[in-house]
T-cell receptor, first 114, second 111 residues
């Protein structure tokens, strides 16, 4: 078990470009979450998957954001037409439905929009 | 989720107990108290959770007042590696699936 992994760890992009992040959860975990964290703040929930179904989306997830988990394993988060306000750390977490107390977080992808 | 209130920062001497308070005066009867921490440049890490009884694990102890309006996370012998932001969260056991993180308490363990 290597934990939750995220790629890339850092991404610098120009405003208006599209970016895609990948999250590989712990293999037996059927729940997957995306959070966003800005400097000095706690993580903010974006969206949640149970297996391949996207069950909840935050109001923070604008139309420019889309997340997928096509086979119930890894997930991608895409941001279209990036804006400077999208600069943040994007965190992925996974958990097992049998143990809902613990969410295991990855190291995050730091996005900088110039 | 009910809101929590934590001090923005605290210091603790290495080797001493670190006591991190959390107020959750509007907690509902079916909401648990969770603690996570986030070490610099890492994702948050689960520490402990409880409903109304005090809880202890290998990392920490959680003391919840009888009226459940506040709690204290205790790190019995703080080390420099415990320097982190500590988040107190209240949540129904498996409702909404996500955690609502506040700004937390930045604990600095000093040598």
């Amino acid at each position: 078990d290597t934990g939750v992994s995220q790629n890339p760890r850092h991404k610098i992009t120009k405003r208006g470009q599209n970016v895609t992040f990948r999250c590989d959860p712990i293999s037996e975990h059927n729940r997957l979450y995306w959070y966003r964290q800005t400097l000095g703040q706690g993580p903010e929930f974006l969206t949640y998957f149970q297996n391949e179904a996207q069950l909840e989306k935050s109001r923070l997830l604008s139309d420019r954001f889309s997340a997928e988990r096509p086979k119930g394993s890894f997930s991608t988060l895409e941001i279209q037409r990036t804006e400077q306000g999208d600069s943040a750390m994007y965190l992925c977490a996974s958990s097992n439905q049998g143990n809902p107390y613990e969410q295991y977080f990855g190291p995050g992808t730091r996005l900088t929009v110039t | 989720d009910a809101k929590t209130t934590q001090p923005p920062s605290m210091d603790c001497a290495e080797g001493r107990a670190a006591n991190l308070p959390c107020n959750h005066s509007t907690i509902s009867g079916n909401e648990y108290v969770y603690w996570y921490r986030q070490i610099h440049s890492q994702g948050p890490q689960y520490i402990i959770h409880g409903l109304k009884n005090n809880e202890t694990n290998e990392m920490a102890s959680l003391i919840i007042t009888e009226d459940r309006k506040s709690s204290t996370l205790i790190l019995p012998h703080a080390t420099l590696r415990d320097t982190a932001v500590y988040y107190c969260i209240v949540r129904v056991e498996d409702y909404g699936q996500n955690f609502v993180f506040g700004p937390g308490t930045r604990l600095s363990v000093l040598p």
